[in-house]
């Protein structure tokens, strides 16, 4: 005759217990993401224009003041970067959600806290690039816009790669203010800056080879710097 096994399941009492219990966690877990996200979308309407029902540049300079950050600060376009902005100046409630909820900062003093992990995440180079090229893209204004002007560009320059690559990015500057060749800056050759930033030695620049795909705006660069040296 087969032994029955000695050993005994989960009781009724018991499973119902845990199942209670498990239930009771679910319930409060989102208890707290709702009052989260209601105190994220209060900080929004605390922002937020009446006409427009969104955060337009007026209430950006409100959150910056709170912030305690100037508007042209880099870590403003980090948070836009975050949101995932799609206007610039502008920030709708849905882009807000998004960013608040990732940086889990329902007050301001919990984002103005949040800014200092955000500045770190963005400088990782896993997500740079990421953030470089969006910085572009956020200030194409206009529809169909498909270049920046060289006076916006290199204040885009400084803000986004100026403390990373100081040499270069001064240079840069010099450069594209000073030529007469080009008004405007697309995207790749904007993506090429930040290439040349990171795989060209400075100031010598003896490993760039014009044959390796470079933008002929960098090749012209790289001719420039080398005149410059005799």
Known sequence: MPRTSSRKGPTNSSASSN???VDLFRAASGRAASKELERIDQLFYSYSSDGSGMIDPEGIESLCSDLEVDHTDVRILMLAW?????KQGYFTLDEWRRG???????TILKLKKALVDLE?????PSNFADFYAYAFRYC???EKQKSIDIESICLLLDLVLGSQFRAQVDALIQYLK???DYKVI???QWM??????????FPDVSNYDPDQAWTLILDNFVDWLKSKRG
């Open 19 to 21: 199942s209670s219990t």
């Open 192 to 201: 090429g800056f930040y290439r040349f930033c990171n795989e060209v030695k």
């Open 82 to 86: 975050k949101m995932q902005a799609e």
């Open 140 to 142: 194409l204004t206009e």
């Open 178 to 180: 000073i030529q007469s």
């Open 120 to 124: 770190k995440e963005v400088r990782r």
């Open 186 to 188: 697309n995207m790749d």
């Open 100 to 106: 608040l909820k990732a940086l889990r900062a329902d």
